[in-house]
């Protein structure tokens, strides 16, 4: 069996058939303008008020990036990390 890519999936139709009813949720953001989208999203405080050290916060860097739809610009402000120019 080979691998296609099939949309966003890397994976034999076979794959892509079975992870299609997980990906509903995703099509039906997509339809949803990303500012209403962000609206009710936490604030960037009050998700980084309770790290108690580095490795807890850098996962939730990740985690505030992928789930809560924020910038590397407006994290890094938030918590004090800068990329050289």
Known sequence: MRPWRVGILLGSDEFAGELKPLLSDYEA???VPR???LTARPSLARLFA????K????ACI????RLHGYTLQEVGDAVGLHTQP
Request: glycine share 0%; no cysteine.
């Open 29 to 31: 953001l997509k339809e």
């Open 55 to 58: 490795p807890t916060r850098n």
């Open 35 to 37: 500012r209403e989208r």
């Open 50 to 53: 309770k790290v108690p050290d």
């Open 62 to 65: 990740h985690e505030v990036l």
